[in-house]
């Protein structure tokens, strides 16, 4: 799945080796776009925005695997459904924000369960006390992507994700996609991410150092009420990360993110970089087309003006 400017697309590939596209175009609204200006707040605005919008890109490519496993036509598939589709993209939305927040509680609230219950009684410095967490969380998350990674399907994922990060590079390079041109390149990229996975577990260990906590219960509490300002915090790290990534020295910022790729990304096959190189094609021609018809309307309102 890629997203331009103005569209999102996600391709896939279905049993009969054809590939099949899911065109979204990009809604915003006054709200949204402000939300999206203030520093802090953002980061939370986006996280819950891209759950929601993946929610629904998740759901086409389920839907098109089912009906690949079950041999079943599309007209079957249609007519079959009793929902609509809006309260399918409701629903589908719901839980890919509910599935988001609940994934973020669990891998804070485990963590300082942990640390209070294993190492509090004999450490009693605070600021070792949230490295011990911080140390906890890091070797969840490692466990926790290293297990699923060896799943048939994890793996696939992460071969599409790798091929994700290789169409990108190669555009930014300049190189004409072809699967050829594209394989030549690394499945790690500076703006993935996972890189924000793992700032969010330095920004937590430094805020958590400022308050102090009576018990587990209280400090699992302070972790979750603090939960979205480490996300805001993470957030702006990341766009910093991302805006001085080619200065010396600097540049060093973003290397957690890509050694945590080494474990969410693998090495794809070549018909699924032509999958990839599809979604990122045909997101480049929507944009395109969106932005001549701005500037057909500029230039009409400046003529009828």
């Known amino acids: 799945m890629f997203g331009g400017q103005h569209s999102q697309v996600t391709a896939v590939r279905r049993k009969d080796g054809n590939i099949e596209l899911f065109e ?46 079950s041999d079943g036509s599309e007209e079957e598939g249609a007519t079959g459904s009793k929902q609509s589709n809006w309260t399918m993209i409701i629903g589908v939305t719901v839980v890919g924000i509910l599935s988001f927040l609940f994934g973020k509680v669990l ?58 990060h290789k169409v990108i590079t190669a555009f930014e390079h300049g190189e004409e996609l072809t699967v050829t041109n594209v394989q030549k390149y690394s499945t790690l990229h500076y703006r993935c991410g996972s890189s924000f996975i793992i700032l969010s577990i330095i ?4 805020l958590y150092s400022f308050f102090s ?8 509490a302070t972790r979750l009420l603090l939960l979205p300002v480490v996300i805001g915090i993470s957030y702006e790290l990341l766009r910093l990360t991302n805006a001085v990534r080619d200065i010396p020295v600097l540049t060093y910022l973003g290397y957690p993110g890509l050694w945590l790729q080494k474990l ?6 070549d018909d699924q970089v032509e999958v990839a190189i599809a979604a ?23 003529h009828t003006s």
């Open 107 to 164: 891998f804070t609230a485990i963590p300082a369960f942990l640390a209070s219950v294993l190492f509090d009684r004999f450490v009693q410095n605070l600021i070792i006390q949230n490295l011990i967490e911080g140390a906890i969380k890091t070797l969840l998350l490692l466990s926790y992507l290293w297990l699923i990674s060896q799943t048939p399907l994890i793996k696939r994922l992460f071969q599409y994700h790798g091929a994700e």
């Open 264 to 269: 969410t990304t693998k090495e794809p096959a």
């Open 24 to 69: 979204c175009k990009k809604t915003t609204t006054p709200m949204l776009n402000f939300l999206m200006k203030v520093p802090f707040l953002r980061g939370i605005v986006a996280l819950i925005s891209a759950s929601a919008t993946g929610a629904k890109h998740l759901q086409f490519a389920s839907e098109k695997y089912e009906l690949d496993q």
């Open 280 to 302: 990122f094609v045909r997101m480049r021609e929507l944009d395109a087309l969106e932005q001549e018809q701005h500037v057909h309307q500029a230039s009409h309102l400046a």
């Open 203 to 206: 920004v937590g260990v430094i």
């Open 213 to 220: 906590y009576d018990g587990v219960w209280d400090r699992i």
